[in-house]
């Protein structure tokens, strides 16, 4: 099959496109014929080797976290999936024409979401979603912030926050701040406007997904006694607040919730918004853009 794959940590440069050893199928598991593969950016962590203490890729390794695609074989011992069934998972070696995964990973595509476009969605639904409903404990009625809330992680942590009736606060950046009106928040601020940052009131927990001096100043808006949760690691100010609970938190795999944030997006209630699709041989040009940030997921087509 073709692959992207790295015989080493790297730039982009090291992103190979080529002919790789087929994936076998093993009892429990289910092959897919990948529709499309999202590129996060735990995927250029990983290209670098910032994963290689818990997450070592094994030389020559495929990349890629996210996909959608349709199921071309069942192992032994798999329940609830058969071939012609479009799915999308949170796994792993996506980068490809073809890929394995455990059945009980693996979620039904809704019939009215478009299968490329639904690889788009497991990585980053499901950390915002936990983000929010178990990092953060988000309970009925408290006001929380979601830094980042422009994108994918942040869009999803917004989104569960109000159905779990919270008041959410969308923190953006200046250039979003027209844009995120439309994300559905209780309020808009922009975290790089430093009069709008001080202005803003103390809050019942922050659901952080950025870095920096910013997560260190948000820390300082959360009431004693409340929760800052972040994606990102604890900022470096955490032992200045010891009456925050500061979580760091990791997100997991999870079937149901890929379904359920799947679910919320085919309604029309949730938008995780495609910059560009590319095919799979161009991995290193989607690698760039997604380095240099931007509004929307990038996607590639084997």
């Known amino acids: 099959m073709k692959a992207i794959f790295i015989r080493r940590y790297g730039g982009p440069e090291v992103l190979e496109y080529g002919e790789f ?65 479009k799915v999308l998972a949170w796994a792993y070696h996506t980068y490809a024409e073809f890929c394995v995964v455990k059945a009980g990973l693996l979620a039904k595509v809704p019939d009215s979401l478009d299968l490329v476009e639904a690889a788009a969605l497991p990585l980053v639904t499901t950390t915002g979603n936990q983000l929010v409903s178990v990092a953060a404990e988000i309970k009925p009625g408290q006001t929380v912030l979601v830094a980042g809330a422009f994108g994918g992680v942040g869009r999803s942590a917004a989104f569960i926050a109000k159905e779990l009736g919270a008041r959410v606060i969308a923190g953006v950046l200046e250039k979003q701040f027209a844009a995120a009106r439309r994300l559905g928040a209780d309020q808009v601020v922009a975290l790089d406007d430093e009069d709008a940052l001080n202005a803003l009131a103390s809050v019942d927990a922050v659901a952080n997904t950025v870095r920096g001096k910013t997560a260190e100043q948000l820390l300082g808006k959360v009431k004693p006694g409340g929760m800052f949760a972040s994606v990102t690691g604890a900022p470096a100010s955490a032992n200045n607040h010891p009456s925050v609970r500061v979580v760091s938190y990791v997100s997991h795999q999870d079937a149901k919730t890929v379904l359920a944030m799947a679910q919320a997006v085919s309604a029309g209630k949730l938008v995780i918004p495609i910059e560009r699709k590319l095919p799979l041989s161009a991995a290193r040009e989607g690698h760039e853009a997604v380095g240099r940030g931007g509004t929307g997921k990038v996607l590639l087509l084997p």
């Open 21 to 85: 050893s087929d994936p076998v199928v093993g009892s429990g598991d289910v092959l897919i014929k990948v529709a499309a593969a999202a590129i996060n950016p735990i995927d250029i962590m990983e290209r670098s080797g910032l994963t290689k203490d818990f997450k070592p890729v094994s030389f020559p390794g495929v990349l890629g976290w996210a996909l959608s695609g349709t199921v071309v074989q069942v192992g032994p011992d798999v329940v609830g999936f058969s071939i012609g069934d």
